[in-house]
């Protein structure tokens, strides 16, 4: 029997279930609604953690993994997999794009989270005291914010004791872009530095946008992981994946003005050194502040909304000269 925040499942079993989450909204309290497929497989396996909707607008990994959780057999199954279709379903049904609309808390961003806290700060609370002991895995799927442009990447953890497994499989996804991450606050980056699973962040698609080509590729992701992990049959899996490049340094420029931003960068673009990266003005059209790139690099992901404030992130950018490129699929 396999049991998952209190819920119990025999081999072979699959479920649709709500995990529901006690929160505090004026003065009352309520549940606090995320729906989730829990499968237990009949083999032996790995148990991994697939989450979408983290940020509620980012949305092609929510269809991807309706499809994935409503297809996967248990009698085909290796191990035990948790489906959240969505985590943030107050900021979906909100139109809220990236934070939880109750208390503006970053899911990736603000963990550990509280018991007893505020929404956001339950919601990530549940999942250290439910999860992050209990999986082997996890994968936290994104997309490029309402004012962000991306080229497909992901970002895998610098933590020590799981940074080779999380390595291992970022190079089975069909994803261009492997980039190293420093962060620790976010949900796969605090679960892998303070309770040693390893994980990835994956990002397809943005603006808002929710295009098939996206739900498809993230659906596609999703089997690859599962095929990698040694857990599932390959559905849509033997076409070879794309050429990788391993990305140890990136560079992520933010604002130090408040203004309007102007920029002609586009996503997978290459700059170089000493060029312009875009620059703020006032409301007037006197410039305050120009940006140039540090370093030769590519573009990640950029900011392409007029209004800034500071510490708002203009534009990511891997470092060329520490790329390695990796030819195997």
Not at 228 to 257: A, F, W
């Amino acid at each position: 029997m396999w049991k998952i925040a209190g819920f119990s499942l025999q081999p072979g079993e699959k479920r649709r279930v709500t995990i529901e989450i006690p929160v505090e909204e004026a003065g009352e309290e309520k549940m606090y609604p995320m729906p989730a497929t829990l499968i237990c497989g009949c083999g032996k396996g790995k148990t991994v953690l697939i989450t979408a909707g983290i940020h509620a607008g980012e949305y092609p990994a929510i269809p991807a993994v309706i499809r994935a959780a409503g297809e996967i057999q248990p009698e085909e199954l290796n191990g035990n997999l948790i489906f959240i279709h969505c985590v943030n379903t107050s900021g979906f049904f909100k139109r809220t794009f990236g934070l939880v609309p109750e208390d503006d808390f970053n899911l990736n961003g603000q963990y550990p989270g509280k018991e007893g806290g505020t929404t956001g700060e339950r919601i990530a609370d549940y999942f250290v005291r439910n999860f992050f002991d209990e999986i082997d895995f996890m994968m936290d799927m994104h997309s490029g914010g309402q004012q962000e442009p991306l080229t497909p990447c992901l970002f895998y953890p610098l933590a020590e004791a799981v940074t080779e497994e999380a390595l291992a499989a970022a190079r089975a996804l069909d994803i261009p872009w492997l980039i190293a991450s420093t962060a620790t606050a976010g949900q796969y980056s605090y679960a892998a530095n303070y309770h040693k699973v390893p994980g990835l962040l994956v990002e397809r698609g943005y603006g808002g946008f929710c295009k098939k080509e996206w739900v498809d590729a993230y659906y596609r992701d999703i089997f690859l992981l599962l095929k990698h992990l040694e857990m599932y049959g390959d559905v849509d899996t033997e076409e070879p994946v794309c050429k990788k490049t391993v990305v140890p340094r990136t560079i992520y420029l933010t604002s130090d003005t408040k203004g309007i931003w102007h920029t002609d960068l586009h996503e997978n673009m290459e700059v170089a050194r000493g060029e312009l990266l875009g620059y703020c003005t006032d409301f007037y059209g006197e410039v305050i502040k120009k940006y140039y790139a540090e370093e030769d690099g590519v573009v990640f992901y950029y900011n392409t909304g007029l209004s800034v404030e500071e510490g708002t992130t203009l534009v990511a950018y891997g470092i060329r000269e520490y790329m390695i490129a990796d030819e195997a699929g």
